[in-house]
C-alpha cells in the first residue's frame, strides 16, 4: 500500500468518525431557561449572625389562647387548631433598638395588633411526632400578625375567605431570629404588647392551648415542611385597634423588645 493511499483511508476515517458524532449531537445546544425578572428572596436576620434566615412559608395559628378563642366567639375546649397563611413578602423587619414605621393599610378602618411568639424552621418533614417537633426548630421572633378586622370580619360573615383581613403588605412584623441553642425552647414566659405606654395584651406562653410542638406535628399534618418555614403562634386576648400616630412595644421574656409606629 503506498502512503496516498493509506493517508485516503486516514481522511476518509476522520471524516466518517466527525460525521457520525454531528449525527449524535442535538441539532443546537438547549439554552437553560433564564427568569423573566428577579425577584428577590425574602429573608430576616438572625442575631449574632452574618448568615441570614431565608423564608419558604408563613403559617400561623388561629385563637390558640383560650381567652382569645373566647373573645373571637369560640369554644377552646372543643376547637381543634386551624392555621391560615401570610405570604412571605409581607414581612416586615424590625431590627432591635429601634421604632420602625409601620405603614397604615388601605381598605380598612379597624386595624388590630396581635403580638406573637414565632418559631423558624430549620428542617421538616410530614408527620412529625410531638415529642420530636422541637429537633425542626431553628430559632425564634418576637412577632405582630397585624389584621384588617374589619375585613377579616365581614369576609367571615359571608362565610367566604377572609384572607384579605391577614394577607397583605407588612402584614407579618417580626424581630430578628435568636437560635434555640442560645435561647433554649419557649415554652413559658410572659408576652405583652403596650400602645403609647399602656397594656393592651398581657399573658404567658403558657398559656397557649397548642404548643409550639403541638403546632408543628399538627401543621405536618396537611404539609410538607420545610426548612425556612415559619410559624407565628398565636396571640393572647385583648387585641384591640390603632391608629395613625400609635407607638406599640412588644415584650417577650427572653427576647429583646420590638417597637412600631404607625404611619
Known sequence: MTDLDRRTMLATGALALAGAATQSAPAHAEAAPKALFPVPAVTIPIAGAAEVFQVRRIYCIGRNYAAHA??????????????????????????????????????????????????????????????????????????????????????AAEKKPWEIGKSFDHAAVLGPIHPADKTGHFTQGAISLAVNGTARQSSDLKNMIWSVAEQIAKLSEAFELKAGDIIYSGTPENVGPVVKGDVLLCKLEGLPDMSIKIV
Open 70 to 155: 373566647i373573645e373571637r366567639g369560640s369554644d377552646p375546649t372543643r376547637e381543634p387548631p386551624f392555621f391560615f397563611q401570610k405570604p412571605t413578602d409581607a414581612i416586615q423587619n424590625v431590627a432591635v433598638g429601634i421604632v420602625a414605621d409601620h405603614p397604615y393599610p388601605s381598605l380598612t378602618k379597624n386595624y388590630h395588633h396581635e403580638v406573637e411568639l414565632v418559631a423558624a424552621l430549620k428542617s421538616g418533614g410530614s408527620n412529625i411526632p410531638a415529642d420530636k417537633a422541637l429537633e425542626h426548630v431553628y430559632g425564634y421572633a418576637l412577632g405582630l400578625d397585624m389584621t384588617r378586622r374589619d375585613l377579616q370580619n365581614g369576609m
